[in-house]
């Protein structure tokens, strides 16, 4: 298991990995925005904390269509069938390095982006705090969508029809939170609500995904 | 003589085709009458005037879109557990009809809301929990015409029919808590005393019927399209196969 | 410890292609499937290392023993041979990948990445994967394609050696590796129209 | 015909995208089964003449 974690990471990291990429794509989207919106500061405060998690959310989801592809296409998800790894600790692993080096660093980098929204000082923590409570289902969540999708040739369109919907609630709880906190509120109640069903997906999704897999390598 | 025979697809489809014309008939009586009624006969509520109007055709295709996913999940699990082909096929025919459910009860919201809230669209609770079950029944369709393999299309879809149900769910609380909403308390309820009127009450149940008798006419007959298109391509393969034996042999 | 197969049907997208395949693989001993393209060959190794479920019949003794390999070698071009071997071996708990280096003449492009190397290469790099695995079925799937005539040697000294070391080896393949094996020819099992209980068969 | 009042297009509107809506699915689904249905059959005859 530790073997895969280490190997997505160094894959992603490596050159052609795609590292990067998911961060790139987090900049330019809040760059793009008060170009769509105008320039107004007071607008910009008002929904940066909603745009900075929308921005994540796409971006997480660009990578997704390749986390389970390209072991399905060059046989290594066939060997690990075979290996001792059960297949819902594979998709796991995957979604948790997939996590590390998309997630994290969105959730690193969405206060930086937020000054260039206008976010009001008090929404920074929480925004951060959301995003890392949010994230890790979103990776999760994705990975089930990507086992869905596997076996099918140009399935990234699918995958996002798929997952979309599915990231709803956490969508919800999350940007409540930040808009919340933003706004002088108090983000506790979104906050339990987005970190209860990170819980849930992390601890239930791994079986869903699995079982997927397993019929789409059959 | 248990409930399963009928998972035999050719008994399935001699039952399917004697019921059939009863349901067809009932469900064109049921929204004829009902539709007539509560159209022509039924007074303008007080307050919101002759929109009221719209709850016939609102609350009974809102109740099936819900129904319409809840009998994909019942069928979906039904598939998973025992394996019934017809059960799959059945999930699959229903989800066209209930894309059509779900779209009556956002247009015939949409179009109510506007007089009553002064604007199209507004992101009420309900109106937004059925536009995520929207999305839900669309990924549902793309998925099964997606895949080429027919059970594994349908063990896909079966386990997204199960995670979708959940996430459903979880979307209609987490947009309650997002917006407590402009939408009216539920029209229909039993453990409420306060219900719609009796006028408007009985034409709404004659629609009721309408639109589940139609809902399970269009099913029915689906399911049957399915089967017939799911037995051509099995025919059609064994067609090939035995094409292929005979010029060996040759 | 014997692999057993007994009375197995395969198939391929719900349609059977062998029925009523039967045989066992004792320690030491390494059978050859043999067969026309299409015949079913492939399906059938898929079969017995588990990956698909077979229609009919079962395989015996086969859990967590076999290491299978195919077209596909499931090679990261960003990683080195090394990285590799090394990540294989861990996932099936194995550390030592130098044996499996040798054996392949890999032990020059160590530090190469896997994405540098020529088919041959892969290839080779690919089969030096079943000896990490620790693994003692090893069910290959034509693991020949690509190789030239001195690395087809290593490969037979490969599979020699794991025999003799009390593995067994099951493979499909066109070209006689002067190792001694059993064949079997799989167009013997060829489902007939009659007996083709199909996915769809509740259609027919 | 029923004096609607102010809400006459509303009205109007909801039955007329309902009931095309309503009418549309019927209609799809009785094309797509004859359609399946006239497919079965002639792949049925085929094979009934061959064996």
């Known amino acids: 298991m530790r073997a895969l974690f280490f190997r997505d990471l160094a894959l992603a990291l490596r050159a052609g990995g795609g590292f990067g990429l998911g961060l790139a794509f987090f900049l330019i989207v809040v760059v793009l925005v008060p170009f769509s919106v105008g320039p107004q500061s007071a607008l910009l405060t008002e929904i940066a904390p909603g745009v900075l998690w929308l921005g994540a959310l796409l971006a997480c989801l660009l990578s997704l269509d390749r986390l389970l592809a390209v072991d399905w296409e060059d046989g290594a998800l066939d060997l690990l069938a075979t290996s001792p790894l059960p297949l819902e600790g594979i998709v796991a692993v995957k979604a948790a390095a997939h996590w590390v080096t998309t997630g994290l660093p969105l959730v690193l980098a969405a206060p930086v982006l937020g000054v260039l929204l206008n976010l009001a000082p008090s929404g920074y923590g929480v925004l951060v705090l959301s995003l890392a409570l949010g994230t890790p289902a979103l990776s999760m969540i994705g990975a089930f969508g990507a086992a869905l999708t596997v076996g099918i040739k140009r399935g990234g369109l699918l995958l996002s029809l798929l997952v979309l919907p599915l990231y709803v609630p956490t969508l919800i709880f999350g940007a409540e939170a930040a808009r919340r906190a933003a706004q002088g509120l108090d983000p506790a109640t979104p906050l339990f609500l987005l970190a209860g069903i990170t819980l849930a997906v992390l601890a239930a999704m791994p079986f869903a995904a699995g079982a997927v897999l397993r019929v789409n390598l059959r | ?250 | 410890m014997e692999l057993k197969v007994t009375d197995l049907a395969v198939g391929r997208g719900g349609v059977p292609v062998l029925a009523g395949v039967s045989f066992s693989l004792t320690t030491g001993q390494a059978l050859v499937l043999r067969g026309p393209n299409g015949s079913g060959k492939t399906t059938l190794l898929r079969t017995v290392a588990g990956l698909q479920v077979p229609m009919a019949g079962q395989v015996h003794r086969a859990e967590d023993r076999i290491a299978y390999a195919a077209h596909a070698d499931g090679l990261k071009a960003a990683l080195t041979v090394a990285e590799n071997l090394r990540f294989w071996a861990s996932v099936f708990g194995q550390s030592d990948i130098a044996p499996a280096l040798a054996a392949f003449d890999l032990e020059d492009l160590v530090e190469r990445r896997a994405g540098q190397l020529s088919a041959g290469q892969k290839r080779r790099l690919g089969l030096a994967r079943l000896m990490v695995t620790g693994r003692d079925v090893w069910v290959l799937d034509e693991p020949t394609v690509s190789l030239d005539t001195a690395s087809v040697a290593l490969f037979a000294d490969a599979v020699r050696g794991h025999l003799a070391h009390g593995g067994s080896a099951l493979m499909a393949t066109h070209i006689d590796l002067g190792i001694e094996a059993e064949t079997l020819d799989v167009s013997g099992f060829r489902a007939a129209a009659a007996q083709m209980a199909s996915a769809d068969e509740a259609f027919l | ?51």
């Open chain 2, 1 to 250: 003589m248990s409930l399963w025979e009928y998972a035999n697809p050719v008994k399935f489809l001699r039952l399917s085709e004697r019921v059939q014309p009863w349901l067809w008939a009932g469900a064109a009586i049921c929204l004829g009458v009902g539709l007539v009624w509560g159209f022509f006969f039924t007074p303008d509520d007080f307050r919101q005037g002759s929109t009221v109007k719209i709850i016939y055709l609102h609350v009974p295709s809102a109740l099936m879109a819900i129904n319409a996913w809840f009998m994909m999940l019942v069928a979906s699990l039904i598939w998973i557990v025992r394996r019934h082909h017809v059960s799959a096929l059945a999930a699959k025919a229903a989800a066209p009809v209930g894309i059509v459910m779900t779209l009556i009860a956002l247009f015939t919201g949409a179009i109510w809301g506007q007089p009553m809230w002064g604007t199209w669209w507004a992101w009420d609770p309900r109106l937004t929990s059925f536009l995520i079950l929207f999305l839900f029944y669309l990924g549902y369709v793309a998925l099964w015409e997606a895949i080429e393999d027919p059970d594994t299309a349908a063990d896909l879809t079966a386990i997204l029919c199960l995670v979708g149900t959940v996430f459903a769910v979880l979307s209609r609380y987490a947009v309650l808590f997002w917006n407590q909403g402009l939408h009216q308390g539920a029209s229909l309820s039993l453990d409420k005393e306060e219900n719609v009127a009796d006028v408007f009450y009985f034409p709404l149940l004659v629609c009721i019927g309408g639109f589940v008798l139609l809902f399970l006419a269009l099913v029915l007959y689906r399911t049957g399209t399915e089967i017939r298109l799911r037995r051509t391509r099995a025919l059609m393969a064994r067609e090939t196969r035995s094409a292929t034996l005979r010029a060996e042999e040759a």
């Open chain 4, 1 to 51: 015909m029923p004096d609607l009042g102010k809400y006459a297009d509303a009205v109007l509107s909801a039955y007329a995208v309902s009931i095309l809506l309503l009418v549309g699915i019927v209609v799809l689904t009785l094309w797509r089964g004859r359609q399946a249905r006239a497919e079965m059959d002639a792949v049925e005859r085929r094979s009934g003449r061959n064996g």
